[in-house]
């Protein structure tokens, strides 16, 4: 999965949670699991980017 599309589930998941009224408590664990799990990953994609353009940007020694 990229980070895009990770994003974009994430988008979709809280989109579904804030169209629906009657989401039952198990149905909501679970989708709120798979946003906290995606936000995790994206986290980290941003983590290791982020090391990898300072490594571009840094000039080296």
């Known amino acids: 999965m990229s980070y895009d599309e990770a ?3 994430i988008e979709q998941i809280v989109s579904e949670l804030e169209q ?3 989401l039952s ?3 909501y ?3 709120a699991k ?9 986290q980290k994609q ?3 980017w982020e090391g990898k353009m300072e490594s571009i940007v840094t000039p080296k020694e």
């Open 25 to 27: 408590m198990d149905a």
């Open 7 to 9: 994003i974009q589930r």
């Open 20 to 22: 629906s009224e009657a």
């Open 46 to 48: 941003l983590t290791d």
């Open 34 to 42: 798979e946003a906290k799990e995606l936000l995790s990953f994206c």
């Open 29 to 31: 664990q679970v989708k």
